[in-house]
């Protein structure tokens, strides 16, 4: 079973960056699509940030369009999600997935993202 385990979150002060990592037990080339959603306390969840293997669609939510970078390395099995110039508006809850044709959808365990202002 495929697994994907987070890290990088934590606590920065507005304007700071943090960067998240999710980390493959196996390849990342099983998935197809693999992203980052976010939920801050009383919300909704958000899809934040996807990127399709091979070079191909990537998406942002438009409030961290600039701001935010998602990157794969296949080499490392690890997906990242640069942020900056964060806002308290950015504090949430944020997860990865993966989306394998073989086995669906694999979730991370989710990493605390909080900016204090």
């Known amino acids: 079973q495929e697994q994907l385990v987070e890290s990088g979150g934590g606590l920065v002060q507005a304007g700071g960056s943090l960067r998240l990592s999710c980390v493959a037990s196996?390849?990342?080339?099983?998935?197809?699509?693999m992203g980052w959603y976010r939920q801050a306390p009383g919300q909704q969840r958000e899809l934040v940030a996807s990127s399709r293997s091979g070079g191909g669609i990537t998406y942002y939510l438009d409030s961290v369009r600039g701001r935010f970078t998602i990157s794969r390395d296949n080499a490392k099995n690890t997906v990242y999600l640069q942020m900056t110039n964060l806002k308290p508006e950015d504090t949430a809850l944020y997860t990865c997935y993966g989306d394998s044709p073989f086995s669906g959808r694999h979730w991370g365990q989710g990493s605390q993202v909080t900016v204090s202002s």
């Open positions: 196996g390849s990342l080339l099983i998935f197809n699509d």
